[in-house]
């Protein structure tokens, strides 16, 4: 398939609209976002559109939130991480170009049953490069969960949505953004958090790709579902390897100082183990 990035088309002073592309089938909805897959007529790439409507982000407050996730999404590129190329408006809604994804979400992929393990280390190891690229940027995700990983072509992860994102490391203050299951102990207690929230969810999704459901979740109980991430309760089913289960372990602290590093991560024997059988 043609990608915008292997057509010599893609700079960001290109000014586009709508009548620029084909649009086809849709294919998948957020909060605000719909995303539809297109081409560009002039050179034939696929993308996709994700197309916003503006009174809806006015009414939700959160016109800000797609501001900065323009700004920090267009300035990254990295395999592991959705391309943004650029973006249009007009009066009703906003549009973003982005890299098509032809895979589903991991979100989708463990609807039917738990991935295996030697896939999800592979997973991890590109997100774990993925996360490396965007904290040297100075950029923190806060949205890391199945739904928000894209799998492009060959298999490969795409990190997507920066709907939460922000970049510098200034430490923040928010009650609440993101999905209840991979919310931190530090954003329940109302505390300052910085990029080690992505950690923590990076945790929370190796620990949901390998067992099919999140290790807090408690669907009937909200209040049940805190207690347990702030007393860091959980446990795995017997099938799980130790490498796996210490992979986790290490990942899920209270204390965000006491999480690892990308970098200690990187080298954890589960991860490696699984690059020397490549
Ligand atoms: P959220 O509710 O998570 O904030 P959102 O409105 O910001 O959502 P996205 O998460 O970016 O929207 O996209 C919604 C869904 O559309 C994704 O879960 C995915 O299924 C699909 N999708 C988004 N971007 C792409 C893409 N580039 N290629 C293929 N599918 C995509
Ligand atoms: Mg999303």
Same mark, same amino acid.
């Given at each position: 398939?043609?990608?915008?990035?292997?057509?010599?088309?893609?700079?960001?002073?290109?000014?586009?609209?709508?009548?620029?592309?084909?649009?086809?089938?849709?294919?998948?909805?957020?909060?605000?976002?719909?995303?539809?897959?297109?081409?560009?007529?002039?050179?034939?790439?696929?993308?996709?559109?994700?197309?916003?409507?503006?009174?809806?982000?006015?009414?939700?407050?959160?016109?800000?939130?797609?501001?900065?996730?323009?700004?920090?999404?267009?300035?990254?590129?990295?395999?592991?991480?959705?391309?943004?190329?650029?973006?249009?408006?007009?009066?009703?809604?906003?549009?973003?170009?982005?890299?098509?994804?032809?895979?589903?979400? &991991?979100?989708?992929? !463990?609807?039917?049953?738990?991935?295996? #393990? =030697?896939? $999800?280390?592979? *997973?991890?190891?590109? %997100?774990?490069?993925?996360?490396?690229?965007?904290?040297?940027?100075?950029?923190?995700?806060?949205?890391?969960?199945?739904?928000?990983?894209?799998?492009?072509?060959?298999?490969?992860?795409?990190?997507?949505?920066?709907?939460?994102?922000?970049?510098?490391?200034?430490?923040?203050?928010?009650?609440?953004?993101?999905?209840?299951?991979?919310?931190?102990?530090?954003?329940?207690?109302?505390?300052?958090?910085?990029?080690?929230?992505?950690?923590?969810?990076?945790?929370?999704?190796?620990?949901? &790709?390998?067992?099919? !459901?999140?290790?807090?979740?408690?669907? #009937? =109980?909200? $209040?049940?579902? *805190?207690?347990?991430? %702030?007393?860091?309760?959980?446990?795995?089913?017997?099938?799980?390897?130790?490498?796996?289960?210490?992979?986790?372990?290490?990942?899920?602290?209270?204390?965000?100082?006491?999480?690892?590093?990308?970098?200690?991560?990187?080298?954890?024997?589960?991860?490696?183990?699984?690059?020397?059988?490549?």
């Amino acid at each position: 398939m043609k990608h915008l990035h292997n057509v010599d088309i893609c700079n960001s002073s290109r000014q586009w609209c709508l009548d620029d592309f084909k649009v086809g089938i849709h294919i998948g909805s957020g909060r605000f976002g719909t995303v539809y897959r297109a081409q560009e007529k002039k050179t034939g790439a696929v993308v996709a559109l994700k197309i916003v409507n503006k009174q809806e982000l006015q009414k939700a407050k959160v016109v800000r939130f797609l501001k900065r996730e323009i700004e920090i999404q267009s300035r990254l590129s990295h395999p592991n991480v959705l391309r943004m190329y650029g973006y249009f408006d007009d009066k009703d809604s906003v549009c973003m170009v982005l890299e098509h994804a032809p895979g589903r979400t &991991l979100y989708d992929l !463990i609807q039917t049953s738990p991935i295996p #393990e =030697n896939t $999800v280390t592979k *997973y991890m190891t590109q %997100i774990v490069s993925a996360l490396r690229y965007i904290h040297g940027l100075k950029v923190i995700h806060r949205d890391i969960k199945p739904e928000n990983v894209l799998i492009g072509e060959g298999n490969v992860l795409k990190m997507a949505d920066f709907g939460w994102a922000v970049h510098d490391r200034r430490p923040r203050r928010r009650t609440f953004c993101g999905t209840l299951d991979y919310l931190p102990p530090e954003m329940i207690e109302d505390k300052y958090h910085d990029e080690k929230v992505d950690i923590w969810a990076l945790g929370i999704m190796c620990y949901e &790709l390998l067992v099919g !459901i999140p290790p807090f979740g408690d669907v #009937e =109980n909200y $209040v049940e579902t *805190y207690h347990r991430i %702030i007393q860091i309760k959980f446990s795995f089913p017997n099938h799980i390897s130790m490498n796996a289960q210490q992979f986790v372990k290490r990942i899920l602290r209270h204390d965000p100082r006491q999480r690892p590093t990308l970098e200690v991560l990187e080298n954890h024997p589960w991860l490696q183990q699984s690059r020397e059988q490549q």
